[in-house]
């Protein structure tokens, strides 16, 4: 019925509506509907005025709470009963407040072979590069986020290529660059969600928090939080240690420990300047290594040893 009044809807010459019908009594029969029931519907079409299906039919607002099944022929007499019987279901007070109207009862298409076996929608193929907004409503970091690939960090000249992270990603190492200045850069990294460590971020500069070089550079003259942007450089460290290592390649490459934010060279630091403290609030690690160890490290970098590095 409905598909015959699409089809008088959509027809305005009765010539091409018949010819449309007939097509359509041909796909019921061959889907083995019963005649009957493609008669009645078809008469039924045949007898509605075209002008009424085209003029807009405002819907009247009602209270019925609809009651969805999935659709079987053996629950097409179910509406009949429930606005018969809605009276007994009304004696009870509990329910009666409930439902003012009878419950509206709606049937959904089950699931067939083909929404199984198939899908309308093409599988997208994963950006490979580029960080990207999670477009969540309240969130308080995409308008900082930075999507550009490749990416130039200001006052250098290293192409960044981002991987495809978001404000939810967790483990990650990334870097804080200033819009108004090319001295705003800073490494950072973190175990937790990257969204928790850059509203810290966003609180020390709210608060002008002094011994922490972030909150300080965006209260220089001429800055505010607006020109406070990030990019997320790497996720999915196996451990703290390759994750801080990564954070102070990051450091070396961009050279924020010189032109930039960084006060110190992240996990080298730990190794020579064991209670220095500072921003990073503590010592960090079991106490000064052995000099080989230092030494060490500065010949895996030299030799961009991927084990280190990662
Ligand atoms: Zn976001
Ligand atoms: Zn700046």
Redesign the pocket.
């Known amino acids: 019925m409905i598909d015959s009044l699409r089809i008088k809807r959509i027809c305005s010459d009765p010539l091409d509506y018949d010819r449309q019908i007939g097509k359509l009594i041909n796909h019921f029969l061959r889907s083995d509907y019963p005649l009957k029931v493609i008669k009645k519907a078809t008469i039924k079409a045949s007898k509605v005025d075209r002008n009424k299906l085209l003029t807009y039919s405002s819907k009247t607002p009602h209270q019925r709470i609809p009651m969805v099944f999935e659709f079987n022929y053996k629950l097409t007499k179910l509406s009949r009963p429930l606005v018969k019987d809605f009276k007994y279901l009304r004696l009870d007070p509990s329910i009666r407040d409930l439902f003012s109207d009878p419950p509206l009862s709606a049937r959904r298409q089950p699931p067939n072979l083909r929404s199984l076996l198939t899908s309308s929608r093409l599988p997208q193929p994963p950006a490979s590069h580029g960080n990207r907004t999670c477009n969540k409503r309240r969130c308080q970091v995409c308008k900082h986020i930075i999507t550009d690939v490749p990416f130039i960090p200001p006052g250098t000249t290293t192409k960044i290529r981002p991987p495809p992270l978001t404000c939810d990603s967790s483990n990650v190492v990334y870097l804080l660059v200033?819009?108004?200045?090319?001295?705003?850069n800073y490494v950072g990294e973190t175990g937790s969600k990257f969204r928790l460590r850059f509203n810290n971020h966003k609180q020390t500069i709210r608060d002008n928090t002094q011994g922490f070089t972030v909150g300080q550079?965006?209260n220089?003259p001429g800055?505010d939080l607006n020109?406070l942007k990030c990019i997320l450089l790497g996720s999915s460290f196996t451990s703290q240690q390759i994750r801080r290592n990564s954070e102070t390649k990051w450091v070396l490459t961009l050279n924020t420990h010189i032109a930039g934010l960084n006060r110190d060279l992240g996990i080298i630091s730990d190794y020579t300047f064991h209670n220095r403290g500072g921003f990073r609030g503590g010592p960090r690690g079991p106490g000064p290594p052995p000099f080989q160890k230092i030494l060490k490290f500065f010949q895996l970098h030299k030799t961009k040893d991927k084990a280190l590095f990662q």
């Open positions: 200033c819009t108004r200045c090319d001295r705003g550079h965006y220089l800055h020109d």
